[in-house]
């Protein structure tokens, strides 16, 4: 009876050691994982922050080209349809 008890607890202790190697081996995928994201949004950050914006140097052109006196109110010459 102490030899099949001794075979139980061997058994225990194999299977735990088989899924604490499942466990880090998931913990080391995940770390892997977690690690090339924060350096991809630190690459991202320092790009944007690096590249000029150049969309600001037109955004005062854009307004001076239309006018707002394209379309006159005091013009009554539009007759409306019934």
């Known amino acids: 009876m102490k030899n099949f008890e001794d075979l139980v607890n061997v058994a ?5 050691e ?3 190697k499942t466990s880090r081996k998931i913990v080391v995928v995940l770390a892997i994982i977690g690690a090339v994201a924060a350096v991809a949004a ?4 320092v790009y944007s922050y690096m590249t ?3 969309l600001d140097d037109f955004e005062d052109d854009f307004d001076d080209d239309f006018d707002d006196d ?3 109110d005091d013009d009554d010459s539009v007759t409306p349809t019934k």
């Open 12 to 16: 225990k202790f194999m299977k735990k």
């Open 18 to 20: 088989e899924e604490e």
């Open 42 to 45: 630190i690459a991202y950050a």
């Open 52 to 54: 000029p914006d150049y």
């Open 70 to 72: 394209i379309y006159d």
